[in-house]
Structure formats: structure tokens, C-alpha cells
């Protein structure tokens, strides 16, 4: 899972030791999850936008964690959705 977190730290001038006090964990933690090497929960992530928002950096759980730009969506068909199909 990629997330934006380093992003939005760094564009905004945020040192990662900054952050990770403002979320009250240590260094590695914010590291960790900076690498995506460990995902935080939504809890975390959550804790995560309050600490950026002390820092004066607004930010949504989706800034931080946006859809992947792999995903696509499902192509479309000609058959109807299928409340309709079974109408």
C-alpha cells in the first residue's frame, strides 16, 4: 500500500521527528510507516491527520492514503446493473 505521508511532511517543511511527537510515537513508527513497511490502522491514520492539523497541515485520511493509481475501474458493459436485470 503507497500513502503520501513523506509527501505532505515534506512539502510542508515538517521534520519527521516533528510529526512523530505530534503524534506522540517514536521516530521508527512514523518511519515505518512512512516506507510502508508497517500499515497503520485507522486509529493511527486518524492520529496521523490530528498531529499534521497541530502542525497547522490540514489533511483527510484520503490525502494521506489515496486510492492506488493501479487500480482501475471495471470496465463498462452493456447489461444493466443487476436490480434491474432481475426486475
Known sequence: MSNK???TRLANGISRGA???A???RYSRLSNYERSDRTPNIDDGK???R???S???AVTLDDLFPLSD????APATDQPPLAEARG
Open 19 to 21: 510529526l512523530a511527537a
Open 23 to 25: 503524534a506522540g510515537w
Open 5 to 7: 505521508i513523506e509527501k
Open 47 to 49: 492520529e496521523l491527520c
Open 70 to 73: 493501479e487500480v482501475e475501474p
Open 51 to 53: 498531529a499534521f492539523a
Open 55 to 57: 502542525l497547522g497541515v
